[in-house]
């Protein structure tokens, strides 16, 4: 009896989820319009997802390739966030012009700053494809087979597809491959920064605030859309206009209150809320706490010089704000599968899963051995997964000089084969890219790093996946100082001009520099000994898990009917929902849902680091100058949390309210709830939004940018149901 209540307390938030989930836009009223309504939409699944007419998708983009953006005005005028428009805001910046640290506000239209290279995809139509998709595809069909029936059906899909020739069609794999969805879509290339709040608002708190509520940033960036004069996607042109959306957000400055419904609509990225207990395990014991020690160590590296040296500030601030996001979310995910007891959890899940399969003949047939075989692959990959984890935190995501070596690799190899046309037409992309990255390369910095790191990795790996290698290396040069020194400063990819003239040789001359490159041999000499010792078993393993994963997922929905699935984040469009919510993270200990300008300035320290903040903004509080912003107890509200189940992706998407109002801007998640990609729990899991209000309130009274508010939509007063 005791046991079983403890089985139905673990499997309680397993089987019955109350909210939760990532919902394909396309079903909103088969799977969610009647739970939606119940929990207060006013307006229908139709208005939120169309094909045929204009719907509010049509105000949702993909930002840069990993953000959400939105259109709030109907002349293409964006909204994402501040860390998603970082990288575009760096660059854009010096020393002289730093909009990092001043903030910057376009005054009309000739003063938006073409952001290179960032692009805003809509999403066009959607339609499920998974018969198609799947046809002749046969059960028991080696996993390589099947990949390449599936790769045939999407190529007659697409040339059966009707569409315009500036749109792309995209597939995408739904249910670990159970289910297959076409996407069609427009990325526009012409993107401009229109404008910025200073770090210290936009960033208020950084690393340190970082995953954690209470929350006082202003996380938000502007930018806008261009397009040719047919309002197509066109490259940069002075001639191109400000592109007409088919929806753009209102913005509703009436605010919430707890227990308020919202949606939040965007392209979160990754989820795996599906995997078995083993492969959680080896997340929680040895994936995650491998990338914190790696990046533990590269991170205190890099903040030592950005402290010393304003150049090294500016240069590697958006890059240790990517290094230290995951750093700081590991360990929140770490801290929170041990507290949930995930992995107890998902056993007693498991075991229920068991039970049933074991009493109906059917099942048992089809699925008696997914778990038990999961079980042993997972065995059998664990110390390659670890150790490939370990290599990839090593030398490509922490190493600047060995990334760039590989990224070189393709190149040689073109002139290697012959193909030498190819290599011509390619030399071009690199050469552009030269500029941007060495103006924010600072060679001691990363050879710094990369001697500490390469220590560790020969320290930790067997002998035969590289430790030997590196440590004959080291003891060759004197230590790994003196051999990473030796890689960086000889190496021509420490170096924009010496790498563009190796460029500018013929082809012959260039693969003799490449191979005749100290770091190029290096990577070379590693890469190798990882093909030949390492790639081989896990190119075994990781197909018989995706394939085990695929059955899994099947077999988990086939039995748990009374469950709902919803499929794991990929990247595409998706819809989730809830309420406005504070939460518990611990006995006696309450969350409110909601910061305001009173708690910024509780946390504010001059000349901080993270917590500075600007005299205007002081200003603004001390007069309590909120004007149209303010609840009606006069305060300024800043951020507030609710149960919607998002993750990285949905970073800049809109929080709506009932009607489809604009009322936050999506930015992270709750602390406590960090392990919510692997294990989803609905009491403790929340998102967080920038206030609306103080998105309008830094732009209209602290930027005296009010004209971009003229464009907008503000939704006031009675409107509200
Ligand atoms: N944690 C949020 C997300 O995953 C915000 C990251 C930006 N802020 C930072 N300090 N790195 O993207
Ligand atoms: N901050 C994340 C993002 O950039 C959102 C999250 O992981 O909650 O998408």
């Known amino acids: 009896m005791k046991y079983l209540s403890l089985l139905l307390c673990l499997l309680f938030p397993l089987l019955l989820r109350a909210q939760g989930g990532m919902w394909v836009p396309l079903s909103l009223e088969k799977n969610n319009e009647k739970e939606m309504k119940s929990l207060g939409l006013k307006i229908k699944a139709d208005d939120l997802f169309n094909n045929e007419k204009p719907s509010i998708k049509d105000a949702i983009c993909q930002f840069d390739g990993g953000c959400t953006g939105e259109m709030i005005s109907p002349e293409g005028l964006l909204l994402t966030n501040h860390h998603c428009g970082f990288d575009a805001i760096q660059q854009l910046s010096t020393l002289e012009k730093n909009y990092v640290d001043n903030g910057y506000w376009a005054k009309n239209r000739s003063e938006e700053l073409p952001a290179e290279g960032v692009t805003a995809m809509f999403v066009i139509r959607m339609e499920d494809i998974t018969a198609m998709a799947l046809r002749d595809v046969q059960e028991g069909m080696a996993e390589r087979d099947r990949q390449a029936q599936i790769d045939k059906n999407l190529q007659q899909i697409k040339v059966n597809t009707k569409k315009e020739a500036w749109q792309d069609i995209l597939f995408r794999a739904f249910y670990n491959g159970n289910q297959y969805y076409m996407f069609i879509t427009a990325t526009y290339k012409d993107v401009r920064l229109v404008g910025t709040p200073p770090a210290s608002i936009g960033k208020f708190g950084s690393d340190t605030d970082n ?6 940033t202003g996380d938000f960036s502007m930018f806008r859309v261009y397009a040719d004069k047919d309002n197509k996607p066109a490259a940069y042109s002075p001639n191109n206009v400000p592109f007409k959306p088919k929806h753009f957000l209102p913005i509703s400055v009436d605010g919430i209150k707890e227990g308020d419904f919202t949606l939040v609509y965007g392209f979160p990225g990754r989820t795996d809320e599906y995997l078995p207990a083993s492969a959680i395990s080896l997340t929680e014991r040895a994936i995650d706490p491998l990338r914190i020690d790696i990046r533990d160590r590269a991170l205190k590296i890099i903040d030592g010089y950005m402290r010393k040296d304003p150049d090294v500030k500016i240069s590697y601030i958006a890059q240790y704000s990517y290094i230290a996001n995951g750093w700081k979310k590991w360990q929140g995910e770490v801290l929170g599968l041990r507290k949930s007891k995930a992995v107890e959890q998902k056993k007693a899940y498991e075991a229920e899963f068991t039970n049933r399969v074991e009493n109906n003949i059917d099942w048992k047939y089809r699925y008696g051995n997914v778990l038990p075989r999961l079980n042993e692959v997972y065995a059998q990959i664990e110390p390659y997964r670890i150790a490939a984890e370990n290599y990839a935190e090593t030398f490509q995501r922490n190493n600047q000089l060995l990334s760039l070596a590989a990224a070189y690799n393709p190149l040689l190899e073109m002139v290697d084969q012959g193909k030498l046309d190819e290599f011509e037409k390619k030399k071009p992309e690199y050469r552009e890219k030269l500029a941007a990255y060495f103006r924010d390369y600072r060679p001691h910095v990363d050879q710094a790093v990369f001697a500490n790191l390469a220590e560790r990795y020969a320290n930790t790996v067997k002998a035969e996946w590289g430790a030997d290698l590196l440590k004959e290396a080291a003891n060759k040069a004197g230590g790994y100082d003196a051999l990473t020194k030796k890689l960086v400063y000889n190496s021509v990819f420490s170096s924009k001009n010496r790498l563009d003239s190796m460029l500018n040789l013929p082809a012959q001359a260039f693969t003799e520099g490449m191979r005749k490159d100290p770091a190029f ?10 093909s030949k010792n390492l790639q081989p078993k896990l190119a075994e393993l990781t197909p018989q898990l995706t394939l085990l994963q695929r059955q899994y997922m099947d077999a988990q929905m086939k039995v748990f009917r009374e469950k709902r699935f919803f499929p794991d984040a990929n990247s595409t469009l ?10 518990e993270p611990r006995d006696a200990v309450q969350y409110g849902y909601q910061t305001d300008l009173d708690g910024v300035m509780e946390k504010y320290v001059p000349g901080d680091y993270e917590f500075d903040l600007p005299a205007r903004l002081l200003e603004l509080w001390k007069n309590k100058d909120y ?25 800049g998407s809109p929080a709506l309210d009932a009607k489809g109002n604009l009322i936050g801007l999506n930015f992270d998640r709750v602390w406590e709830g960090t392990m ?23 732009i209209d009274k602290y930027a005296g940018a009010g004209h971009l508010l003229q464009e907008m939509k503000i939704v006031k007063g009675k409107k509200r149901g």
């Open 211 to 216: 995953w954690v509520w209470p929350r006082h």
């Open 627 to 651: 004007g149209q912003y303010s609840t009606p107890d006069g305060r300024l509200p800043v951020a507030f949390i609710a149960t919607n189940h998002t993750t990285g992706g949905n970073s």
């Open 574 to 583: 998706r819809v989730t929902y809830g309420k406005v919510r504070g939460y």
């Open 676 to 698: 919510s990609d692997l294990n989803y729990d609905p009491a403790i899991c929340r998102n967080i939004m920038v206030d609306a209000r103080y998105i309008l309130f830094i």
């Open 521 to 530: 041999a290096f990577w070379r000499s590693l890469q190798d000994n990882y």
